[in-house]
């Protein structure tokens, strides 16, 4: 593998009997490529992201080998890993108030990272942060940058998260199912405005999330993770046509209700592992 990120093997286990979260997951992301990891809760996915952003509570063991542009991240002590951060790679959480401080302004918090690295002046950071919320979609990004994280909505927050993961346009930007807990509207938005900043900087993207949609909206590739293992993988429009594997098969069908018959018993996932083929 020869990508801007390339992860092989890597393995995660918790607690004292070593439960295992990821068991050997591999693969690779091209500079400017956006990858859709997709499988139900549990499947491994904000595992894989934590474990890329050295973001796993301290009893997990992980190994394996995660390369960032050629630098070998597993192992690497956390003072390294937070000048990475922010800079060479940013995070989008599912949850934008539990990710923003509560008793910081919102601009403070977009700009912190590039103050802390000596990467901006106070005068300059003032302005590009009103220049990126407004680029984010607000109108009114005075207030807004003034403004605490209580005082917005959750749609609002979340466009603050984004703003903050690519402030200093790192190379790879990971989104952990960041429109889960937005209203539908609220949603397109901020898929729209992900996608217009993702074809401007040229970024990678590792994209996780259990709506197939969004997925196919957002991603080139997909990957899908069952159990800590990726079970499939390849273009997004391949996986989805014509999935392999049977748990592939039970997520793609749970999309398309359209196919069922009125009255008919809806399939389970379970229903494609019992089939004579996958036995």
Known sequence: MNGLLDVADLRVEFGRHRAPALRG?????????RLGLIGESGSGKTVTALAVMGLLPETARVSGSVRLDGRELVGLPDAQFSDLRGVAMGMVFQEPMTALDPTMRVGRQVAEVALLRGRATRGDTRTNVLQLLTRVGFVDPERIADAYPHQLSGGQRQRVVLAMAVFNRPGLIICDEPTTALDVTVQARVLDLLDEILGESGAACLFISHDLA????????????????VVESGPVSQI?????????????????????TPGERLPTIEDYFRREDFR
């Open 214 to 229: 969004v997925v196919s909206r957002v991603c080139s590739h997909a990957m899908v993770m069952l159990d800590g293992d």
């Open 240 to 260: 989805f046509a014509a999935p392999r594997h049977p748990y592939t098969q039970g997520l793609v069908a749970t999309a398309r209700l359209d196919l069922v």
């Open 25 to 33: 997951v591999s693969f690779s992301l091209q500079a400017g490529q």
